[in-house]
């Protein structure tokens, strides 16, 4: 039997998941092809809370973004690409999210 070494986050076998939730990804969970259902689930963890005047923005990110960022860094990614982009007031919303959004890809990958 060969030998796996496994760089990154801890994972779920079979199925190599790095995550606890997720739908589909059925040799993971089903006990037939080796899964194991009590692991990996596909109910979501639901967090509600209310939205203040002083928030700036809200992050919904997943596991390959907060595997290598942490909550600052994702954050001080987000702000600095809407610093260097952004031009004008009238300038789209949508516009500085997607440079935001591509500032924390880039630094998540490299």
Not at 20 to 38: C, M, V
Not at 78 to 103: L, M, P, Y
């Amino acid at each position: 039997m060969r030998e796996q070494i496994l760089f990154g986050p801890h994972r779920v076998f079979p199925g190599r998941l790095s995550v606890s939730r997720t739908f589909g990804d059925i040799e993971a969970k089903r006990t037939k092809y080796l899964g194991n259902p009590k692991v990996v689930i596909a109910t979501p963890d639901i967090k509600c809370f209310k939205i203040e005047d002083n928030y700036d923005y809200i992050v919904l990110g997943c596991d390959g973004i907060y595997d290598k960022l942490s909550n600052t860094e994702v954050i001080q990614a987000g702000w600095e690409a809407a610093k260097k982009k952004f031009t004008d007031r009238g300038q789209a919303i949508h516009e500085n999210c997607g440079f935001a959004v591509e500032s924390i890809l880039k630094s998540a990958v490299y």
